[in-house]
């Protein structure tokens, strides 16, 4: 079982930085992809990133290219997602996945594990 808990959230302006942190519990971390997704209030919830479990795999969704960096230090069983120049549709509660040696880009898709969220406002 892992636990992943997101931190970093908050309230933001618009064109202002942010990083996400996804922590994961036990000594599995560097076995699993770990995945962004995020929902916005009456939204469906939507990919945002993902890396690979041998951290030589990243895709992003074509709203955030360009402006948000996942990354993941297997040391600390940290994950991040680095998010600049937000704007007013980066608002959403952001959710981080993990999935043993599998990559799985829709929320649709069964994830091994996910945490709780944590929540990203964008003021303009």
């Known amino acids: 079982q892992v636990q992943l808990v997101e931190s970093g959230g908050g309230l933001v302006q618009a064109g202002a930085s942010l990083t996400l942190s996804c922590v994961a519990s036990?000594?599995?971390?560097?076995?699993?992809?770990i995945s962004w997704f995020r929902q916005a209030p009456g939204k469906e919830r939507e990919f945002v990133a993902v890396?690979?479990?041998?951290?030589?795999?990243?895709h992003y969704s074509d709203s955030v290219k360009g402006r948000f960096t996942i990354s993941r230090n297997n040391a600390k069983n940290t994950a991040y997602l680095q998010m600049t120049n937000l704007n007013d549709d980066d608002t959403a509660v952001y959710y981080c996945?993990?999935?043993?040696?599998?990559?799985?880009?829709?929320?649709?898709?069964?994830?091994?594990?996910w945490g709780q969220g944590t929540q990203v406002t964008v003021s303009s």
């Open positions: 890396r690979g479990w041998n951290d030589d795999v990243a």
């Open positions: 996945a993990a999935d043993r040696y599998r990559i799985r880009l829709a929320a649709s898709d069964f994830h091994d594990f």
């Open positions: 036990g000594n599995t971390f560097k076995s699993y992809s």
